[in-house]
């Protein structure tokens, strides 16, 4: 299997303290990997570092091939990054804001109906501002902003926070299915039962290191 992502003693540093804190993993293609661990052992300054939004100090860092110590904007394209944060443009209709998603990655109008039937956005909410939609319609917008552009790599952080379970049991499916269609996902959450039910490997994180891998050889 190919490696996807490559981290090794890896430091990374916010605010001025160390989140990442010589972080050794190795993530290969088609996985599903469940981050672990309290708040602040360094589970979302990972996801940020692999998607190129926090810069590796020291250390090897490599994401789909591309070396983030040289460059941490060319991956970024085929990356999905689902945050704490939606992100969303609330005053955009639903359609409005997938379009504009769409056409930064180079999809099309059926790639943006498919994504949002797919994620259970009713057809009556397309034409709505997002400002009006619930906490679990907006996450359900912002997951398929995500899967309008078919990433080869998804990064996730507590993917579950606002959904009911209807909207969890879809999410799971659509990241089974991206997995087994070759896409790799790594996701963050206190949810044990995720382990059980979707993911592959559980890594669990402390202090910003590797603290226990049931991946591990």
């Known amino acids: 299997m190919s490696t996807v992502v490559d981290f090794q003693k890896v430091v990374a540093v916010a605010g001025g303290f160390p989140v990442l804190a010589g972080l050794d993993i190795e993530i290969t ?3 599903i990997v469940h ?3 309290s708040n602040g052992v360094g589970k979302t300054s990972f996801l940020r570092a692999c998607a190129g939004l926090l810069q590796i100090q020291n250390g090897d860092a490599t994401v789909l091939g591309f070396d983030l110590r040289d460059d941490r904007i060319a991956p970024r394209r085929y990356i999905g990054l689902l945050g704490h944060e939606n992100h969303l443009y609330k005053d955009l209709w639903v359609r409005e804001h997938l379009e504009f998603r769409a056409a930064a990655v180079g999809a ?3 790639d943006v109906e498919a994504a949002l039937q797919r994620i259970g956005v009713s057809e009556r909410l397309w034409a709505v501002p ?3 939609l619930s906490a679990g319609q907006r996450r359900r917008v912002a997951i398929a902003s995500v899967l309008v552009g078919r990433p080869q790599l998804w990064l996730l952080d507590e993917p ?3 959904l009911d ?3 969890r049991e879809v999410l799971d499916e ?4 991206a997995a087994s269609s070759g896409a790799t996902v790594v996701l963050a959450s206190h949810e044990r039962d995720l382990s059980k039910s979707v993911s592959s490997r559980v890594v669990t994180l402390r202090g910003g290191r590797l603290w226990e891998d049931s991946g591990a050889a």
């Open 165 to 167: 379970r209807e909207g």
């Open 160 to 162: 579950h926070a606002a």
């Open 174 to 177: 659509i990241l089974v299915d």
């Open 29 to 31: 293609k088609g996985e």
């Open 130 to 132: 997002i400002e009006r």
């Open 35 to 37: 981050l672990r661990g």
């Open 108 to 110: 099309d109008q059926h």
